[in-house]
């Protein structure tokens, strides 16, 4: 595990800017997982790290932000290139995380999308051919559903 941002010396004023992002590696000899965790950050700070070689190829990425808008570049996607993503939201939240714009720049890698606004919990586990994943429930179709959560998750 490393961390990866903020690099030494940053500084703003700006809390989500600041968020601590980990590379995480894990290898057993049969199962493989490369992570990008990366909290509140937004999409300056996560290309930052791709730009500096910290962070290339990897398995799963918790998507930055809640999955807004500004939460990832399409050409950092195309360098993470990840397997999984997944954003934490709240159900009806007042920001309408995740973003389409965002879920989009993933799937355009070929990653698949997950929020835990949709499917409650989701796991990510190393696994022999990438990663494996658990959910709590099957998605939900938030369109109907009549609870209100003013949270962003």
């Known amino acids: ?26 290898n057993d000899g049969h199962n493989t997982l490369t992570t990008l965790l990366t909290g509140d950050a937004e999409r300056d700070q996560t290309k930052e790290t791709v730009i500096t070689g ?5 398995d799963f990425l918790k998507v930055g932000h809640h999955g807004a808008a500004k939460s990832l570049y399409p050409e950092t996607a ?12 709240g159900k009806n939240n007042r920001y309408g995380h995740p973003k389409q714009e965002a879920i989009d720049i993933l799937e355009e890698v070929g990653a698949k999308f997950y929020c ?30 009549e609870e209100k959560d003013d949270g962003a998750g």
């Open 1 to 26: 595990m490393r961390v990866v941002w903020p690099h030494k010396g940053y500084k703003t004023n700006e809390a989500n800017n600041a968020s601590v992002e980990l590379y995480v590696t894990y």
């Open 54 to 58: 910290d962070v290339e190829d990897i």
């Open 78 to 89: 195309r360098v993470l290139k990840p397997e999984v993503a997944v954003a934490s939201a």
């Open 116 to 145: 835990t606004k949709d499917y409650g919990d989701v796991t990510v586990f190393p696994g022999e051919q990438g990663p494996r994943v658990s959910v709590q429930h099957a998605k939900v179709d938030t369109e109907h559903e």
